[in-house]
């Protein structure tokens, strides 16, 4: 069966499951995701990644919203197999052991993508070596680097022990495992008389290599000093390759990942421009991310199951969701919220009430997601909610144990809950992980998302709630751009960004949020039909469109050409 396997994908985190911490947001959940489609549609798929025997961080939260991490504890051994092959690839000359846990990811029709989690906890290994694949995104450059060598090299090389020697491409999910176009160059090397490296070499690679660029933050894309790299990686003639390893004194993994494949996508059309911008020169194509059907909730599924039989093999069949009636639609939907409420109730003691219109905001921490966007003008929220109708918020999310501004931006959310408390309830949930989110994207009535354009490229989570019938109260950044129409599958905030202004005024996004969300609370309390058909048109336009079922389909056309 190995021999059959055609697509290698190598991320460095995947969601999979809540109890395995293999995952930190949405590159994670987004390559979970994507690997459950290419199981449902039986793609000849194999998955690379790390084990993070540490996790990411569990996430507590003190009264006034400070973040306390701890590591998470999980048993490998309760979701995976040890499988018996070794492999060792070098970091600064020491000899480093590798070895793999398995765990089955099985499609709806039973085919089954393996994925391997690289493991360096053994007892041949250095103490320093043993804890590579501890932490997910922890400690410093070196260890990143180090991490990466386990991933790339060692993943190509665990690939071939493991017997998958037809591999045609090796689709590299960001940057963080550009150094396998290294081992398939050295592959070639070593298969060659004079071991020299040549043009043909590296257009060899490129052919075999695909490429996925998920932000347009600086800080997403990984770069080593020279000096790093060569101490770590040890010599090799590649790094005098000007351009190609090496840019202006970094290696720099986007850059390495961009000279070695032969298709390179952003993951939404606008990202997919601003991408060409950032990397000109480049010919960088656009397949915009989708979410898997696991995010819809039981009571949906149930709904569907009645109304669209087979709409989990044909994702696209979820148009139909436009005949479904009314009063099963919103039925459906209160019986997921009234999961969560019971969830936010039971957590903050805050009493939350079924009836009245709740918002979701629930991704990671950072500033540019700007989460206190909508408390800028604490009495105008006051009075929204006194004059037009109640309202209720959910938030959830964990910062970077190191992004000290995205930890005050927790803080900041806990002292608006304070001042508002009297007019407005707002909860913070901890631990933002899977089992949370489902609840959370299925269970509020509308979906706020205002991050900082161009920063957000693509976006997944309100394609969760639109799956689940909310729609979108969002700023046109990312995904958004595609999925809005105003008033049919939600609403935008601020700018027109499909018409290209970036140029963005905080205090302008702040006041036409405000705005529509008069006209959300007025449709949601006023006008319950027409709210209920736009949930209906978000399954309808959105959830059978953004899903990684098309995705899948779109790569294999485009990137996979099996």
């Not at 993070?52 to 306390?68: C, M, N, P, S, V």
């Not at 060409?276 to 995010?295: L, P, S, V």
């Not at 991704?363 to 909610?385: M, V, W």
């Amino acid at each position: 069966m190995n021999e059959e396997r055609k697509i290698a994908y190598f991320s460095m985190e995947i969601g999979l499951e809540a109890a395995m911490p293999t995952y930190s947001g949405g590159l994670g959940i987004l390559a979970g995701d994507t690997i459950l489609s290419a199981a449902d549609l039986r793609v000849p798929m194999v998955a690379v990644s790390l084990l993070h025997r540490k996790g990411y961080f569990y996430q507590r939260l003190a009264e006034d919203g400070t973040q306390i991490e701890e590591p998470v504890a999980w048993n490998p051994d309760d979701f995976t197999q040890e499988m018996p092959q070794r492999v060792a690839v070098s970091i600064e000359g020491r000899t480093v052991q590798v070895r793999a846990w398995k765990f089955e990811v099985k499609g709806a029709g039973g085919f089954v993508v393996p994925v391997y989690f690289l493991d360096t906890d053994l007892e041949d290994n250095a103490e320093e070596d043993r804890i590579l694949t501890q932490y997910l995104y922890g400690l410093d450059k070196h260890y990143r680097l180090c991490q990466e060598v386990v991933l790339g090299i060692g993943g190509v090389r665990m690939l071939r022990a493991l017997g998958y020697d037809a591999i045609k491409r090796f689709h590299m999910n960001e940057g963080h495992a550009s150094l396998l176009t290294l081992e398939l160059l050295d592959e070639r090397i070593r298969a060659k008389d004079d071991k020299t490296m040549t043009t043909e070499d590296l257009a060899a690679v490129r052919e075999q290599c695909v490429f996925t660029t998920h932000t347009p933050v600086a800080a997403g894309h990984d770069q080593f000093d020279m000096e790093l790299a060569g101490r770590v990686l040890g010599p090799h003639e590649a790094f005098a390759m000007e351009g190609v390893f090496c840019c202006n004194g970094t290696m720099n993994m986007t850059y390495l990942a961009l000279n070695l494949s032969h298709y390179v996508n952003g993951v939404a059309k606008k990202h997919g421009q601003v991408s060409r911008q950032m990397f000109e020169g480049y010919k960088i194509d656009a397949i915009t991310n989708g979410i898997h059907n696991r995010w819809v909730s039981e009571s949906m599924q149930a709904l569907y199951d009645r109304h669209i039989p087979g709409w989990r093999e044909d994702n696209f069949s979820l148009r139909y969701a436009l005949s479904i009636p009314c009063q099963e639609v919103t039925a459906a939907h209160a019986a997921a919220k009234r999961e969560l409420i019971n969830k936010v109730n039971r957590q903050t003691n805050l009493g939350f009430d079924m009836d009245v219109l709740t918002l979701g905001f629930a991704r990671r921490s950072t500033t540019y997601k700007r989460a206190d966007l909508l408390f800028g003008n604490p009495d105008r929220l006051r009075r929204l909610a006194k004059d037009i109708g109640p309202f209720q918020l959910v938030y959830s999310g964990k910062a970077h144990p190191q992004d000290h501004e995205g930890k005050a931006l927790i803080k900041r959310i806990f002292a608006a809950s304070r001042e508002l408390r009297d007019s407005i309830k707002i909860a913070y949930l901890p631990n933002y992980e899977m089992t949370i989110a489902r609840q959370i994207v299925a269970g509020v009535d509308v979906w706020l998302n205002t991050p900082q354009p161009p920063m957000e490229a693509s976006g997944t989570s309100g394609m969760k709630a639109a799956m689940n019938g909310v729609p979108s109260l969002s700023v046109l950044d990312g995904w958004w751009i595609e999925g809005c129409i105003e008033d049919a599958t939600g609403w935008a905030i601020g700018q027109n960004h499909r018409h290209g202004h970036d140029q963005v005024d905080p205090s302008k996004d702040a006041e036409d949020l405000y705005c529509k969300l008069e006209h959300v609370i007025g449709l949601y309390y006023n006008e319950p039909s027409k709210f209920c058909s736009i949930m209906q048109h978000a399954i309808a336009l959105n959830g059978s469109f953004f899903n990684t079922q098309r995705m899948m389909q779109q790569y294999v056309l485009k990137a996979y050409y099996l």
